[in-house]
Nanobody, 118 residues
Framework: QVQLVESGGGLVQAGGSLRLSCVASGTIFSPNAMGWYRQAPGKQRELVAVIFSGGSPNYASSVKGRFTISKDSAKNTLYLQMNSLNPEDTAVYYC????????????WGQGTQVTVSS
């Protein structure tokens, strides 16, 4: 069992920055993918950024160059640095862990609200 707890959301003006954190507890198996997803009102949940246990990050085209995903394996913490925020980034942001080999494991955090005002 893995628990994911996000923090760092809030209200920010357009052009501002926020850093989200996600602390994972439990046993994290490698290889894995840890990522950030978001869901805006009336829209489907979408991938924002993902980082694999080998270290390679991938980004949605809408956030590339503005957002940076990183992790501190010693602290079991995943981060999302978000710069140059715009109102279209307003959503609930979710942390996700997927085990890529062995028993299927797919866990989600409770989400953290990010609101960007114009």
């Amino acid at each position: 069992q893995v628990q994911l707890v996000e923090s760092g959301g809030g209200l920010v003006q357009a052009g501002g920055s926020l850093r989200l954190s996600c602390v994972a507890s439990g046993t994290i198996f490698s290889p894995n993918a840890m990522g950030w997803y978001r869901q805006a009102p009336g829209k489907q949940r979408e991938l924002v950024a993902v980082i694999f246990s080998g270290g390679s990050p991938n980004y949605a085209s809408s956030v590339k160059g503005r957002f940076t995903i990183s992790k501190d394996s010693a602290k079991n913490t995943l981060y999302l640095q978000m710069n140059s925020l715009n109102p279209e980034d307003t959503a609930v942001y979710y942390c996700n862990y997927k085990r890529l080999l062995g028993r299927r494991e797919d866990y989600w955090g409770q989400g953290t609200q990010v609101t960007v005002s114009s």
